[in-house]
């Protein structure tokens, strides 16, 4: 019995604390600086390092006659967010943003197609 | 055999307290279960094949998805293999980091689990507590590696970066020893509890060691195999392996809350450590070109649902030639065909639950 009472009271005790959760779409988490979410791409210069650590084949690139890196497709539908690529980009021309919510009607806003080369 | 005395039932896959998708094949005769038959695989992912298409560094972020709950101890192992094959040794603080990081993932991992348990049982207000104060932990893990459960922090030859918000760790082994008092004192002496617990689900040693089981529930059935203490990378950390000889369901949930108490103790001297350990120095070597020298390689660590080891079959190319895990799940799931027999169908879940079973990394 003393312990039924002795539980009680420590339930009860939250009673008189802040509450811990969040009411989500109106109030957003708390999202460190580092969280791994939707990539971004600037300052690529083709060199492909990125598709040779991707594990879940999700960057594509098509190259030119010469052999010159035309464009890159980061498809976000295979993605899993490990940041491989960001780690090993000798450029740090890969970022990942906090941007998670990634629902969409359309599927092609999964794809996110950069220029290669130095041009970007 | 059914008869016109017994009756079939199957207890999921989809029945929400059976952690996942496991579906136990009962037969019953009233309410006392005569056989159990699991049936696992509902989560199955390929993990191991898929291992073989892809190179060793390709390989890295996947293995944290064996168990997502103790995702550090996976790629802890891979790394470890990795690391033997090739020869590397990783400095002082990397290790040190490591284990602090594992240790802080088995508290997270423990954590989730008496809240589920609590749940099965009935008792929801532990699960919230329990969430809450996992959350600490999630949160710094986040900060640290840039996600919550699939970290990716471990590589071949040490640490990703070095180790930060070393004042978020202290503030959880300063937070954590008081709400662990807490839950001892809704849960471990309350009569509630007690009955659907204690002498349910026992587990003798005998049965144990046929049946593969490790980890908290043989050190809840007073074996003392605990992998930490031989263990290279827990050197120089001091810690006792939870021994308790009690063989039922509410001595496993005991050990584990005592082996909360154990690992944040090792984080505690781990953050002692840290303090005068200086700069990250680490050597790590290039990700595109790791090939594992012929042969087969072998290591194991204690991971929060029993010994967890990796197996590598290499030939000298990029990729593994086989990859297989043992994990402790899987066994803990067989061990429910012996121990499940005379009891009643509403202590199956409470003795389920008792056994930590996480569907994915049985499944694989």
Not at chain 2, 24 to 46: A, F, M, N, Q, V
Not at chain 2, 140 to 150: A, D, V, Y
Not at chain 2, 198 to 205: E, F, T, V
Not at chain 2, 242 to 251: E, F, I, M, N, P
């Amino acid at each position: 019995m003393r312990a039924i009472v002795e539980g009680l009271l420590t339930v009860l005790k939250h009673l008189f604390i802040k509450p811990v959760t969040l009411e989500y779409p109106e109030k957003k988490r708390f999202q460190s600086e580092a969280f791994r979410g939707k990539l971004v791409v600037k300052g690529c210069i083709g060199c492909g390092i990125c598709k040779k650590v991707c594990p879940s084949g999700a960057i594509e690139y098509s190259k030119d006659e010469e052999g010159k890196v035309v464009s890159y497709t980061f498809d976000l539908k295979k993605c899993m967010f490990c940041g491989n690529c960001m780690y090993y980009c000798p450029h740090h021309a890969i970022k990942m943003t906090g941007d998670f919510e990634l629902a969409t009607e359309n599927k092609q806003d999964l794809k996110l197609v950069y220029k290669g080369g130095a041009d970007d | 055999m059914t008869t016109a005395r017994t009756l079939k039932l199957n207890l999921g896959p989809q029945h929400p307290s059976t952690h996942g998708v496991l579906r136990l094949i009962l037969e019953l005769e009233g309410e006392k279960i005569l056989s159990c038959e699991p049936d696992i695989g509902y989560l199955h992912r390929g993990m191991e094949k898929m291992a073989e298409g892809l190179t060793y560094i390709q390989n890295l972020p996947t293995v944290d998805r064996i168990d997502y709950l103790s995702g550090c101890f996976y790629s802890e192992l891979f790394c470890r293999t990795v690391e033997k094959a090739l020869g590397i040794t990783i400095s002082e603080k990397s290790k040190i980091i490591r284990v602090t990081l594992l240790e802080l993932n088995r508290i997270a991992s423990h954590l989730l689990w008496i809240g589920a348990f609590l749940m099965d049982l009935g008792a929801l207000s532990p699960f919230f507590y329990a969430m809450r104060e996992r959350e600490m932990i999630l949160r710094f893990f986040e900060k640290l590696t840039g996600q919550r459960m699939m970290y990716n922090y471990f590589v071949f030859g040490g640490v990703r970066k070095d180790i930060d918000y070393i004042e978020d760790i202290a503030e959880i082994v300063r937070v954590l020893p008081e709400k662990i008092e807490d839950y001892e004192k809704i849960i471990t002496d309350n009569p509630i509890f007690i009955q659907r617990t204690r002498g349910k689900g026992i587990l003798k040693p005998e049965t144990a060691f046929n049946n593969s089981i490790t980890g908290a529930n043989l050190r809840a059935s007073g074996v003392n195999y605990d992998l930490r203490t031989t263990d290279e990378l827990y050197k120089g950390f001091e810690f006792s392996p939870v021994v308790l000889d009690g063989k039922d369901s509410w001595t496993r949930y005991k050990a584990r809350i005592m082996e909360i108490k154990e690992s944040i103790k090792i984080i505690e001297q781990g953050l002692d450590k840290l303090k005068t350990c200086g700069k990250l120095e680490q050597k790590l070597i290039n990700p595109l070109n790791i090939k594992l020298p012929e042969g087969e390689y072998y290591s194991e660590i204690e991971a929060p649902r029993g010994l967890a080891s990796i197996f590598i079959k290499s030939t000298g190319e990029d990729k593994p030639y086989r990859l297989k895990w043992r994990t402790g799940s899987y066994y803990s799931i067989n061990l429910l065909r012996e121990l499940l027999i005379g009891e009643y169908l509403n202590d199956a879940i409470a003795i389920a639950g008792s056994l930590d079973i996480i569907l994915p990394e049985a499944d694989k």
